[in-house]
C-alpha cells in the first residue's frame, strides 16, 4: 500500500490561467473522490468515480471544473479561467467497494493558491 | 441533507490529561460514522470508525469514540493526550447503505499544551 498521491503539492497561478492537478489512487481501489477544503472549513464533497465512471458531481463544481479517470486508474482535475476564489486545498481519496463501506483514503493534497 | 456538527472548534488541554471532542450526526435509518486526523499541510488520516455492532470502537493512537443513537452523538476521547496528538480533528458520516458522500464537521483544533 503506497498510499494516494497527489501532484503538485503546492501551485500558484495567476487569476485567468487553466490549472491540472494529477491524483494516483491506491491501485486497488475502485472508487475515487475529489474534495475540496478550504481555510477553517472541513473537506466538501466535488465529484466522485468508481472505475472509469464519473457517477455524482457537486453543485459546488462548476462548468469551468473537470475531472476525468482515464482507464480507471489516475485521475486529473482541471480548472479553468481560475478566480481567486478557487484558492484551496484539493483532496483527493481512495476506497473499495465491496458491497459494504470501506474507509476513504487521502492523499496530501494540493494546495492552489490564486493571485 | 445531511450535517455534522463539531461543537468545539478549539480545544486545549494539557499534556497527559483526558480529552473528549465532541461530534453529533444528522440522524438517519442507515449510519457510518468516522473521525480523521489532519497535520498540518497533510491529507487526512483516519483514526476510527463506525459501521455496525458494539457502540464503543477503539481507534489507532490510543482514542475511541462512543456511538449514541438517542443523542445522535459520536465524540472522540483519549484518556492520555501527547504534544504529538496536536493537529485537527474532522467527524463524518456516510448514510445509506449505497451512499458515497462523506459529510464532514468543520473540525476541531486540539492543541495539547506541554
Known amino acids: 500500500d503506497t498510499g494516494v498521491s497527489q501532484n503538485p503539492r503546492h501551485k500558484i497561478t495567476k487569476r485567468g490561467q487553466n490549472v491540472t492537478f494529477r491524483c494516483d489512487p491506491i491501485s486497488e481501489h475502485n472508487r475515487l473522490y475529489w474534495y475540496r477544503q478550504t481555510l477553517g472549513q472541513g473537506p466538501e464533497f466535488l465529484t466522485y468515480f468508481q472505475n472509469e465512471a464519473q457517477l455524482e458531481k457537486s453543485r459546488l463544481l462548476s462548468d469551468r471544473f473537470s475531472a476525468e479517470r482515464p482507464k480507471g486508474s489516475f485521475s486529473t482535475l482541471e480548472i479553468q479561467r481560475t478566480e481567486q476564489g478557487d484558492s484551496a486545498m484539493y483532496l483527493c481519496?481512495?476506497?473499495?467497494?465491496?458491497?459494504?463501506?470501506?474507509?476513504?483514503?487521502f492523499g496530501n493534497g494540493t494546495r492552489l493558491t490564486v493571485t | 441533507a445531511q450535517s455534522v456538527t463539531q461543537l468545539d472548534s478549539q480545544v486545549p488541554v494539557f499534556e497527559e490529561a483526558p480529552v473528549e471532542l465532541r461530534c453529533n450526526y444528522s440522524?438517519?435509518?442507515?449510519?457510518?460514522l468516522f473521525w480523521y486526523v489532519q497535520y498540518p499541510n497533510q491529507g487526512l488520516q483516519l483514526l476510527l470508525k463506525y459501521l455496525s455492532g458494539s457502540t464503543l470502537v477503539k481507534g489507532i493512537n490510543g482514542f475511541e469514540a462512543e456511538f449514541n443513537k438517542s443523542q445522535t452523538s459520536f465524540h472522540l476521547r483519549k484518556p492520555s493526550v501527547h504534544i504529538s496528538d496536536t493537529a485537527e480533528y474532522f467527524c463524518a458520516q456516510i448514510s445509506g447503505a449505497g451512499s458515497y458522500q462523506l459529510t464532514f464537521g468543520k473540525g476541531t483544533k486540539l492543541s495539547v499544551i506541554p
Open positions: 440522524s438517519s435509518v442507515s449510519v457510518y
Open positions: 481519496a481512495s476506497s473499495v467497494w465491496t458491497g459494504q463501506h470501506s474507509p476513504l483514503h
